[in-house]
């Protein structure tokens, strides 16, 4: 019994973990996330700010590095070219404090 607890608990632990070191792949079949990159904030479901280093994005779905490898990364994402194709729309802003989830979404905390 405590095994299945303790299994329980790390999964829940894991579904839990957010994105911060994003890869961006080629093929859409290969994301996590199908993202669409929207012309004005109010758009957007959430406010991302690009890091300088990986280490300023861990643990935040709101600050993205973009890594070489996948193996890198905590979540793989495709840039899609319509709304409708999109699991959430992100717009980039260009200071660190104004990054955030503008909406309520099924993928607020749980991009990984």
């Known amino acids: 019994m405590k ?10 632990m894991c579904s839990s973990a957010k994105a911060g ?14 993202v669409k990159v929207v012309d004005y ?7 991302v700010y690009l890091t300088d280093y990986d280490y300023q ?3 935040k779905d709101e600050n993205w590095f973009y890594v070489k490898y996948d193996y890198q ?4 994402v495709f840039f899609v070219d319509y709304d409708y194709q999109a699991d959430i729309k992100v717009f980039f802003v260009k200071y660190d404090y ?3 989830w503008n909406h309520g979404s099924k993928w607020q905390g749980r991009l990984k």
């Open 41 to 47: 904030d109010y758009q957007a479901d959430l406010l």
């Open 3 to 12: 095994s299945v607890l303790f299994l329980f608990g790390l999964l829940l």
């Open 21 to 34: 070191n994003i890869f961006i792949t080629k093929y859409d079949y290969q994301a996590d996330l199908k």
């Open 98 to 100: 104004q990054a955030k």
């Open 57 to 59: 994005a861990s643990s």
């Open 73 to 76: 990364a905590d979540a793989k």
